[in-house]
């Protein structure tokens, strides 16, 4: 039978409930046990997808195609968890269900209620995860903080959840702050008092509480706290700041939150220990060789959250080659206002991410002429392969007016166009070419010297695509088509000769790296920096 472990969040959001809920999977899974896990986003859209980045921060792209919150990446990287369209619930998706059902009668004529009917279509969706599954434990996420009117529904399917399931069989763990006040020189558990209180007030008693705090909790303040919570002394656990997201885990397992969970939910299994996680993830990122400087240019840079598996992504590279990376993040707006060589100048590679809309364009086409010039590593994701291609059209090719048909619809020279079946759709949210296709490398390639092999599957998210009617002028004149998607010959890499390393995928690989497992591309594009 299968175990579920609900994770809420209270005094304030970004105390990374995300990062503790995949470092749990990850505890869990060091204990031989198999794992899924849910994240609940109580807003109205049906997925991110149609979110603006600077609303929503990445979208995060899973193997079936759908587009979800980020946090899904963060369960992905730390487990082996494999996520697909139903680990990510949304309240529009929830409701979308509910009134699909209304239109075709399934409620035979019931006053359609968020109780019952709201949640209990959030309780089957969340059952329909471990369906058939065999996981031993699913860990469910609820997205906003405590208190929050949008939320209360998914609170008061949990606690639906846990009184039908049984405590030894459904807990929740509350992630809250317990901040240090400067002024009065001590440490505050009022918010958590508060917190709970809410939760109370829903009919959620937590089993167990992770502080989020910047000092060590001293033994009269966890027992503070566990009093006024109604929590046991010894889940309440420390949550104290570390250096790397990837050390959390560890902090976990030195308060004993593994041991604690299995306890409580009675759960057998074996000890398990982080040794490996620690020697290859956090050792290598706390003792690096050197540092490499690698410049990130696109237009969400200011927001922590736009290019997050980018970065993480990035870390892996540098944790592959035992080097700490420090990235450096340019807005292209201002190469375009400026010029290329006065952000650039001295950075050892160039990344230009994937990205929406003709803001910004200009500025990474300079950037990605600055590292072909100048021999810098560059790698283009996505958008980033499509500059690429406009780029060398333009300069290098010596075409007039070439362009994207997103940004000129009447350019002269459309090397980057729109594919014939998007030409139809109307409906913007989740008809993009999405999710795993396959890919052919060609011989003699960069990219093929990354992945070892011929036959290669990524993941997508984009409506343009390279123009096949340029393809042989291109070629001659250096431009190598390094990988395609066998159906319909679908451009999904190039490269150019004449350089170090410069590589351009149509796919975003760095949906599947791992802090472990360094995505091949970031792992050699890394090394490629340090020379
Ligand atoms: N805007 C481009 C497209 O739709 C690139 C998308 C992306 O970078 N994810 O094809």
């Known amino acids: ?3 579920y472990i609900f994770v809420t969040g209270g005094v304030i959001s970004s105390l990374g409930k995300g990062i503790a809920a995949a470092a749990i999977g990850k505890l869990l899974e060091a204990r031989g046990l198999t794992i899924s896990m849910i994240k609940c986003d109580p807003y109205i859209n049906v997925d991110p997808g149609t979110m603006n980045p600077y609303q929503h921060g990445e979208v995060y792209v899973t193997e079936d195609g759908a587009e979800t919150d980020l946090d899904l990446g963060h369960y992905e990287r730390f487990t082996n968890a494999v996520m697909s369209a139903e680990n990510n619930i949304t309240t529009g998706k929830i409701y ?3 009134i699909s059902k209304e239109r075709k009668g399934s409620y035979l004529g019931k006053t359609i209620q968020v109780i019952p009917h709201i949640t209990d279509e959030i309780k089957e969706c969340i059952k329909k995860v471990a369906k058939n599954k065999k996981l031993d434990v699913v860990i469910v996420e609820i997205g906003g903080t405590v208190g929050d009117i949008e939320s209360l529904p998914f609170l008061e399917a949990i606690r639906q959840f846990t009184f039908e399931k049984g405590r030894n069989n459904a807990i929740n763990i509350h992630v809250t702050l317990v901040p240090y006040i400067k002024s ?3 440490i505050k558990t009022k918010p958590t008092q508060h917190s709970v209180g809410k939760l109370r007030e829903i009919g959620i008693i937590p089993d167990i509480l992770l502080c989020r705090s910047e000092f060590p909790l001293a033994k009269d303040i966890k027992a503070k706290i566990a009093l006024f919570c109604n929590v046991e002394e010894k889940a309440v656990i420390q949550a104290l700041d570390v250096q790397s997201i990837y050390e959390v885990p560890i902090v976990f397992k030195h308060e004993n939150l593994d041991k604690l969970i299995i306890d409580k939910l009675k759960l057998k299994c074996a000890k398990g220990d982080l040794a490996h996680w620690k020697k290859q993830v956090v050792d290598k990122i706390k003792n690096p060789k050197r540092t490499v400087e690698i410049a990130v240019v696109g237009k969400y840079i200011e927001l922590q959250d736009a290019y997050k598996s980018i970065y993480e992504a990035l870390l892996h590279g540098g944790i592959a080659n035992n080097v700490r990376l420090n990235i450096k993040k340019v807005d292209s707006e201002y190469i375009s206002k400026h010029c290329a060589e006065k952000y650039l100048k001295g950075v050892e590679g160039v990344l230009v991410p994937g990205g929406f809309g003709r803001r910004g364009i200009e500025g990474k086409i300079q950037a990605v002429q600055y ?13 980033g392969m499509q500059i690429a291609v406009i780029e060398f059209a333009r300069n290098v ?3 007039k007016g070439v362009n994207s048909t997103e940004f000129d619809k009447n350019t002269p020279h459309p090397v980057i166009s729109l ?10 949210g989740g008809t993009m070419r999405l999710g795993k296709y396959l ?8 990219s093929i010297k990354a992945y070892k092999k011929e036959d290669i599957s990524e993941r997508h998210r984009h409506r343009y695509e390279f123009n096949n009617k340029y393809m042989g002028m291109m070629e001659k004149n250096g431009l190598v088509i390094a990988g395609v998607h066998p159906e319909g010959n679908l451009v999904e890499l190039i490269e150019i000769t004449k350089h170090p390393w410069f590589v351009g995928c149509q796919f975003h690989p760095e949906f599947k790296s791992k802090p472990d497992k360094a995505h091949p591309l970031f792992r050699e594009f890394v090394k490629a920096c340090q020379v």
């Open 184 to 186: 009065a020189d001590e």
């Open 439 to 446: 890919c052919k490398l060609k011989k003699d390639t960069q």
């Open 419 to 428: 594919l014939e079946e998007q030409k139809k759709i109307k409906l913007k």
């Open 1 to 3: 039978m299968t175990k």
């Open 96 to 98: 979308y269900s509910v």
């Open 397 to 399: 090719c010596g075409l």
């Open 371 to 383: 590292a072909r010039e100048n021999k810098i590593p560059f790698l283009g994701i996505c958008l």
